[in-house]
């Protein structure tokens, strides 16, 4: 079956500093990866994606690298904010097959203190 | 477009009551899901249906019903209330063609049992 694991949380990070969340994944078939944001009392929204291997989604400062060799979908961002506090989550989706239907991973929380 | 909208926003249920969860988008997706978000548990899979009148279920479907008899519309039955059910539901759409099928979320229903 298909399946996403995500770095355990909740992380606790300063303003300007690096954020790394992990991302691995398993799946049967050719997946579609999607990072997702949750913020306070809101539903999910898509925050990137990448469809291919070695293609780059990006948005708001935020980037992950499909790597198909390594099955990881890394979210990185190079100096975070107040405001990017959420819960982050990683997610699949198979082309074909049981189209539409993603996989996601439990969440990672993202508190930034000024 | 309005998107994926949910009503109501927050309900208070007594044991034993039934409620009906209300879900449409209008993006003409043939895809909808409904979660349920539980802290510590990530997303989990309740129903979810590729097409009017088709429907299947996910991970956790016990005490839940649904049916999908237009595109637009995917209700969620709660058929007799229980404590256990107290969580945050989310409704979500998606396509099936293409080549990404991002899921696009509504704002949720905050659901109490008492």
């Known amino acids: 079956g298909n399946s996403v694991t995500q770095m355990e949380g909740p992380v606790t990070l300063s303003e300007e500093a690096f954020l790394t969340i992990n991302c691995t994944y398993t799946?049967?078939?050719?997946?579609?990866l999607f990072w997702y944001v949750q913020y306070p009392g809101e539903g999910l929204q898509l925050l990137l994606k990448?469809?291919?291997?070695?293609d780059k989604g990006s948005n708001k400062g935020f980037e992950a690298t499909y790597r198909k060799e390594t099955t990881s979908f890394h979210l990185e961002k190079g100096s975070v904010q107040v405001s990017d506090s959420a819960v982050y989550f990683c997610?699949?989706?198979?082309?074909?097959?049981?189209?539409?239907?993603?996989?996601f991973g439990d969440g990672t929380t993202l508190t930034v203190k000024p | 477009n309005a998107g994926v909208t949910q009503t109501p926003k927050f309900q208070v249920l007594k044991t034993g009551q039934s409620m009906t969860l209300q879900c449409a988008q209008d993006?003409?997706?043939?895809?909808m899901s409904w979660y349920r978000q539980d802290p510590g548990m990530g997303l989990r899979l309740i129903h979810y249906?590729?097409?009017?009148?088709?429907?299947d279920q996910g991970e956790v479907p016990n005490g839940y019903n649904v049916s999908r008899s237009t595109t637009e519309d995917f209700p969620l039955r709660l058929l007799s209330a229980a404590p256990s059910q107290t969580s945050v539901y989310f409704c979500?759409?998606?396509?099936?063609?293409?080549?990404?099928?991002?899921?696009?979320f509504g704002p949720g229903t905050r659901l109490t049992v008492t």
């Open positions: 979500a759409s998606s396509r099936t063609s293409g080549y990404s099928y991002e899921q696009y």
């Open positions: 249906s590729v097409g009017a009148g088709i429907t």
């Open positions: 997610a699949l989706s198979i082309l074909g097959g049981d189209a539409g239907k993603s996989t």
């Open positions: 993006m003409n997706h043939e895809y």
């Open positions: 990448a469809t291919k291997a070695d």
């Open positions: 799946a049967t078939g050719y997946p579609s």
